[in-house]
């Protein structure tokens, strides 16, 4: 039965979603319904269509109490909203339904676990968050809270552990029809774990291992964890907290890292063979993946830094969206993201350039627009001289750009958009140690109207980034300090031709 609080929820995302006329929103990637969005849930398969729940707060463009927002789609680009799904209505979640997972059970109905978030009063007076793990069970459209809630609790957790941080399941169902589960705690040393959980049925869990230990290495608290097989690699992903920078690798604040390693289901020990960061931009965050119905393995974070949410006013009707859906391999010993193939249906009205010799600022007929695919190729014009910078500019008009520069003989590639038209002291840049290979740098760049994502050398490193330029700055230019040899390829974006139209 729906609750009050989830009717209210629905009632008024429905009457909201309307203020927010199509053009003021991202064009292929899932932004809020209305209100504010954070971290994807309960991205999955169910029913012939894609899910994807997200942290929700539809009353005001800013952080509140955690509600599920609820979306579907047939190829990840386009979305339906549906009503909300979860509502923080219950004592065990009345101050927040935070992050977690879904599922398809055995009978065919779709089992949502998230975390329950609730205050309790201590005997000085004070109070502290409690979190627990709890489940909800339903059709793809209207879920009902499991009446055994919360299913893990303090009696769960390993010696040391804290019950106010854990927190964001992620389930799945494993080979044998059984159900596997990554918590991520909190140890007594400060740091972040990863707790690993079992189920023969999906409603009764058993604690199995700490499957893996920060032991201080990566920020504090591990955040939303998923765990997968890739490529005959285990995939450990999970955000840390209050990380401090590795050179270029790590920086600091919230960051995405990556474990690839060995994983024994039967002792539920993870062992790390290699780590990196899953997205070396400013705006990337908790990410979650899905498995398709053709095997791919498909991931989506939140585009958005906990440190740089006041770079839009919450006085907007909307604030946070999805990152563009990336297929995952591992190739040498690495995690490599590709955008998601269907984006290449997308693709209209073919600008090619070969051979253009950039030695200072130009500007090509053709390639402009908020909503493109660019593929650049950029080698040294001189071969006996080393370029000192490249840089793309776009977003672009008299006054604002967001730019894209690479400087070879420090291998350096940054993203920078304090020219973007924020007011705000907000992290503007982010830079990144890249590869040149055979003396060629190869980077993929999509905009979509607010973020852009670069794809470097074919997905062995990613620079996320939103972007609330006006939309009329829509101008694409290009920089030499020396002489730069560059191969350009640009495409139009539309979902369909009424696109066209804008």
């Given at each position: 039965m729906t609750s009050q609080t989830l009717r209210e929820a629905r009632k008024y995302e429905e009457a909201c979603e309307k203020r927010i006329k199509k053009e003021e929103r991202p064009a292929f990637h899932l932004s809020t319904r209305t209100g504010w969005m954070n971290d994807p849930n309960g991205f999955s398969w169910y029913q012939g269509r894609y899910h994807m729940f997200y942290q929700y707060y539809p009353y005001e463009s800013k952080w509140g109490p955690m509600h599920w927002g609820h979306a579907v789609s047939e190829d990840l680009l386009r979305w339906d909203y549906l009503p909300a799904a979860l509502a923080p209505d219950e004592l065990y979640d009345m101050d927040g339904c935070f992050s977690g997972s879904a599922v398809e059970l055995s009978d065919g109905r779709q089992l949502l676990m998230y975390?329950?978030?609730?205050?309790?009063?201590?005997?000085?007076?004070?109070?502290?968050?409690?979190?627990?793990?709890?489940?909800?069970?339903?059709?793809?459209?209207?879920?009902?809270?499991?009446?055994?809630?919360?299913?893990?609790?303090?009696?769960?957790?390993?010696?040391?552990?804290?019950?106010?941080?854990?927190?964001?399941?992620?389930?799945?169902?494993?080979?044998?029809?059984?159900?596997?589960?990554?918590?991520?705690?909190?140890?007594?040393?400060?740091?972040?774990?990863?707790?690993?959980?079992?189920?023969?049925?999906?409603?009764?869990?058993?604690?199995?291992?700490?499957?893996?230990?920060n032991f201080n290495r990566f920020g504090k608290m591990w955040e939303c964890p998923d765990l997968f097989e890739l490529d005959g690699t285990w995939v450990l992903l999970t955000s840390p907290q209050d990380m401090l920078p590795e050179g270029f690798e790590y920086h600091n604040g919230n960051g995405t890292l990556c474990l690839l390693g060995e994983f024994d289901e039967k002792t539920g020990f993870f062992r790390e063979t290699h780590n990196q960061s899953v997205d070396y931009g400013i705006d990337f965050y908790a990410p979650q993946t899905v498995l398709t119905p053709d095997g791919r393995r498909v991931m989506i974070g939140w585009m958005q830094n906990w440190d740089s949410c006041g770079i839009r006013s919450p006085k907007e009707k909307w604030f946070g969206q999805m990152s563009l859906p990336r297929e995952l391999s591992i190739k040498g010993g690495r995690l490599f993201q590709a955008p998601i193939r269907e984006l290449e249906k997308m693709r209209r009205d073919k600008v090619e350039y070969t051979g253009v010799t950039v030695a200072d600022t130009i500007w090509l007929d053709g390639i402009k627009g908020r909503k493109l695919d660019m593929e650049l190729t950029i080698r040294p014009g001189n071969p006996k001289e080393l370029y000192q910078k490249f840089a793309v500019?776009?977003?672009?008009?008299?006054?604002?750009?967001?730019?894209?520069?690479?400087?070879?003989?420090?291998?350096?590639?940054?993203i920078d958009r304090k020219f973007a038209g924020s007011r705000r002291a907000s992290i503007h840049q982010r830079r990144s140690l890249v590869r040149m290979v055979e003396n060629e740098l190869k980077l993929r760049i999509i905009l979509d109207r607010f973020s852009v994502e670069v794809f470097v050398n074919d997905g062995e490193q990613v620079?996320?980034?939103?972007?609330?330029?006006?939309?009329?700055?829509?101008?694409?230019?290009?920089?030499?300090?020396?002489?730069?040899?560059?191969?350009?390829?640009?495409?139009?974006?539309?979902?369909?031709?009424?696109?066209?139209?804008e």
């Open positions: 975390t329950g978030v609730s205050r309790e009063r201590l005997r000085q007076g004070e109070h502290r968050e409690v979190q627990t793990q709890c489940l909800a069970i339903g059709d793809g459209i209207d879920y009902e809270k499991y009446a055994q809630n919360p299913v893990l609790d303090a009696n769960d957790l390993p010696k040391g552990g804290s019950v106010a941080d854990f927190r964001d399941p992620k389930m799945w169902k494993r080979a044998d029809g059984t159900y596997g589960c990554v918590i991520g705690n909190r140890a007594a040393d400060g740091s972040g774990q990863i707790l690993y959980y079992t189920s023969e049925d999906g409603f009764h869990w058993n604690f199995k291992s700490i499957l893996a230990s500019r776009f977003a672009q008009n008299e006054r604002y750009y967001t730019a894209l520069s690479f400087r070879p003989r420090e291998s350096i590639l940054k620079l996320s980034a939103t972007i609330y330029t006006q939309q009329e700055a829509d101008g694409v230019s290009f920089f030499a300090d020396g002489v730069v040899n560059m191969d350009v390829v640009k495409y139009e974006l539309r979902l369909d031709e009424a696109d066209a139209l």
